[in-house]
């Protein structure tokens, strides 16, 4: 593996975030010294990753709603 550090010449997903490396900003290439073919495209610094939007979760009643344990003994 050999990188080096290049402008992006197009709007380029980041391998490692999956974020867009946008057209005209610093990333790092990164090639394959065994597959030449093989080029990966990171941001020099990935930005945070972005929240994650959680749905409100409403637990489903449950079906029995007049359940009482048994007891034993008495
Ligand atoms: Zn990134």
Do not use: Q
Request: charged content about 20%.
């Amino acid at each position: 593996m050999s990188d080096h550090i290049a402008i992006a010449k197009h709007d380029h997903p980041c391998d490692f975030c999956g974020g867009i490396i946008p057209k005209g900003t610093k990333c790092r290439i990164i090639h394959d010294d065994f597959m030449p073919r093989l080029v990966y495209f990171e941001h020099l610094s990935c930005p945070p990753s972005r929240a994650v939007s959680a749905e409100t979760i409403n637990p489903k009643k449950p079906v029995n709603t007049n359940f009482k344990p048994a007891v034993c003994c008495g």
